[in-house]
């Protein structure tokens, strides 16, 4: 199981490399952006940038360097692994962030990438790039959630283009997208092989969105319809029928980004026990007065570390391996987990001042506190519920039978 | 499983192969069975001598291969797996405190014979049933250590303490103002209460204020990786027996509700040997380790409790059988983690380093 390590490119083109980046930041990255982040911005609104957000998402998308490792062919930065890892430490170093992202990043420009043909490569890809178009993804149905392969939007060949009628649910960012990438039922004989993958214009005559309000108040989640909405042939991606395994391809990106730890401890801000020092009651030998939740925060963040190095060694494996670490597998369901008990500590650290829902008496963050201890109890249903995940380690890594 | 180079692969495989075919889990039962006092088979140690595993961290000028700790996990996991009983790991915290507080003289007297499997020592901290380094009352005048330690693992074959008195860790060899009383826990290995009175001790000069603490972090980091191997060895177990015992028509392995809670084990197994691994690393870099010590033993204690007791319910009753295997690990495992610090212990520690 030895480490095969790439053999080094000269020291000096790195160096160049790491001066060019450097240099590219000194011009381009607005100093007041400093520090800034878009983690969310795929599902938190529409794109109202201030002119410095604007002016660096085009410095970078001209570069391709918000999707670095993409083929340079198509609008990517069509950099090494190596290379990657230089931008992002220049970045860093320098406070800046990447302001290319969405689900065109994360999910569906890798699919297309391997499955699209190369007219849909080179009309798709390049706005990607650029971080022009909003992407949604077009999945889940009222009756196709976990069981996803249930789902009955048809498209009906009509010649020229497809008939799409039917509805899809949960779609993230669905108000702000311009183009969907979907499932749709082109055969109803054959429950997976009737499964076909789809591009749909969001403003195309047919398509209505409604938003969905959620228990923590916001709406990232839309239900849309779709009535006798015409969609050109050109837009299936891969054959009819192939749509359930070019979906699937598709989820294991979402996974893999769902569950990322380093981007996971980001979104995580200041660890617990910072906040515990800072906002809960101290004792005179330094220690936090409430033993059990001192306790509990232990506990927590001693499973937190011991998950942190678990993503770290999914990555260490499968680089050294070639291939996806088996581990990778449970990567989603912990994080997600861990998540969701941060978010119930953070709350009970303040009391009802974490409960906050609107008004005089809270601030700011601590109204954030409260959204995201709600909107948090998504994770473990989302990108495939912890159910499904325990589904599929038991049934793929540790080869356990589905029922006779 | 971490990352490995080529010599630590050779060596898990060599350690997997040995554990095996010449000490499977019937090689404990055989000696349990035989009531044999050392608790371990010294043809299997000096066998495991032979092959270097007594010298892994040691360094080579003392006679050993300085292999470094995530080699010595490695062969301590497989071990574990088997149930193997051996002083390897009581002998290594032993040595890995001479190494870190030892004058040369008295490295140069021990480390050798520790290396080459010749001598057996052992740590002797604790004076009650629980693990609490802060309560101390041995105590040393006149060269002369007076005091009580409970629990001592490996004992009966030890030549040589390692004795934490209020003043530091002492030096003292079996013999004269020595003596032990038997004390059978229930995973049947050698655990003795060992008397010291007026027994000649020799100081650990070096090593610095933290020397206990950096002692005890290499023997939860340590104590963590056999954990790592009991629980790997009762979770591929009980994987197998679901996968082949048949009832309603059905192997159980077919049943939901038993696969999400493999699958739940699987995660925290997981979790557990990063964990591990995580602290053998901390010991090569030198960095962290006592953050990374809680972190391991805290994860074994947890992760092992959970396996050894799931183990036992998925086996049904053959779980509750002497003949099998699976109530073995069970009493292996709650000794484990009582040793060097329980769950409360460790997050409180945890909590301390963070500074909260």
Request: with cysteine.
């Amino acid at each position: 199981m030895a480490t095969k390590v790439d053999t080094a490119p000269a020291q000096s083109e790195e160096d160049a490399f790491r001066a060019e980046v450097r240099a590219f930041l000194a011009e381009h990255f607005p100093p007041e952006l400093k520090g800034q982040s878009n983690v969310l911005s795929a599902i938190e609104g529409p794109g109202d940038e201030t002119d410095a957000q604007r002016r660096w998402r085009e410095a970078v998308g001209a570069r391709g360097w918000g999707t670095p490792t993409w083929p340079k062919d198509y609008g990517g930065g069509g950099l090494s692994r190596r290379k990657a890892r230089i931008l992002e430490e220049e970045f860093a170093r320098a406070g800046a962030w990447n302001p290319i992202g969405g689900m065109g990043v994360m999910m569906f420009g890798p699919t297309l990438l391997e499955y699209g043909s190369e007219e849909q490569k080179r009309e798709h890809i390049p706005p990607i790039c650029r971080g022009e178009i909003r992407w949604c993804q077009g999945y889940s149905e009222p009756n196709a959630g976990s069981d996803l392969a249930n789902l009955q939007m048809s498209a009906e060949d009509r010649g020229d283009h497809y008939l799409v009628n039917g509805q899809k649910t949960w779609t993230s960012g669905g108000q702000w997208a311009d183009k969907m990438f979907a499932l749709v039922r082109t055969d109803r004989s054959d429950k997976h092989r009737g499964i076909s993958f789809l591009l749909i214009d969001m403003d195309a005559p047919g398509v209505e969105v409604r938003p969905i309000r959620m228990i923590s108040g916001a709406s990232p989640f839309c239900e849309t319809f779709f009535t006798d909405v015409r969609v050109p042939k050109k837009n299936l991606v891969g054959e009819e029928g192939q749509g359930w395994t070019i979906g699937k391809r598709l989820l294991q990106h979402e996974r893999t980004n769902l569950s990322g730890g380093g981007s996971m401890a980001r979104l995580m801000g200041p660890n617990l026990s910072d906040i515990a020092r800072r906002e809960g009651d101290i004792d005179a030998a330094g220690r936090l007065a409430d033993t059990v939740l001192r306790d509990r925060i232990a506990d927590f963040e001693i499973r937190w570390n011991a998950f942190l190095l678990t993503a770290r060694r999914a990555m260490e494996e499968s680089k050294a391996q070639g291939g996806v670490s088996e581990i990778s597998s449970v990567l989603k369901k912990l994080g997600t987990k861990l998540g969701q008990e941060r978010a119930e500590l953070l709350i009970e650290i303040v009391g009802l001042q974490g409960l906050g829902w609107d008004g005089d008496g809270f601030s700011e963050g601590e109204l954030e506190r409260t959204r995201g201890w709600l909107f948090g109890k998504a994770t473990t249903i989302y990108g495939g519920s912890t159910e499904i995940q325990n589904n599929i380690i038991a049934k793929r890594v540790l080869g356990m039978l589905d029922h006779q | 499983m971490a990352v490995l180079n080529d010599e630590q692969v050779m060596l898990r495989d060599m350690a997997r192969e040995w554990v095996t075919n010449e000490s499977p889990v019937s090689a404990f039962r055989a000696l349990r069975d035989r009531e044999d006092a050392h608790g371990f088979d010294p043809d299997a140690y000096r066998a495991m001598a032979e092959m270097g595993w007594t010298g892994i961290v040691i360094p080579e000028q003392h006679g050993g291969s300085d292999f470094g700790w995530l080699s010595l996990g490695l062969v301590v996991e497989e071990l574990g797996k088997t149930l193997t009983s051996s002083p390897l790991v009581s002998s290594t915290i032993a040595a890995s405190a001479i190494l870190l507080g030892g004058s040369e003289a008295q490295q140069e007297r021990w480390l050798p014979r520790l290396a080459s499997g010749e001598a057996v020592a052992t740590l002797a901290v604790d004076e009650g049933p629980r693990h609490d380094p802060a309560r101390i009352s041995a105590s040393v005048s006149d060269g002369k250590l007076s005091g009580t330690k409970a629990f001592v693992a490996e004992a009966h074959a030890a030549q040589l303490f390692v004795v934490a008195a209020t003043d530091g860790l002492y030096l003292v060899e079996s013999g004269a103002g020595v003596q032990l009383a038997t004390r059978q826990l229930v995973d049947r290995r050698s655990h003795a209460q060992v008397e010291f009175r007026d027994a000649p001790a020799e100081r650990l000069g070096g090593g610095g204020d933290n020397l206990l603490d950096d002692v005890l972090d290499r023997a939860r980091i340590v104590t963590s990786a056999e954990m790592l191997g009991t629980a790997q060895a009762v979770f591929d177990s009980t994987l197998g027996y679901l996968k082949q015992r048949v009832q309603f028509n059905q192997v159980l392995a077919t049943f939901q509700a038993l696969q999400h809670r493999m699958a739940d084990l699987y995660g925290d197994l997981a979790t557990m040997r990063s964990a591990v691994e995580g602290g053998l690393q901390a010991l090569d870099s030198g960095f962290g380790i006592a953050r990374a010590a809680t972190i391991a033993k805290a994860e074994a204690n947890r992760v092992l409790h959970r396996i050894s007791n799931e183990g036992i319910q998925l086996h049904g009753g053959i779980g509750m059988t002497d003949e099998y295997d699976v109530g073995l690990y069970l009493k292996r495992a709650r000794v484990l983690e009582a040793a060097w610090g329980n769950t409360a212990f460790l997050r409180d520690r945890f909590a301390t380093i963070g500074g909260y």
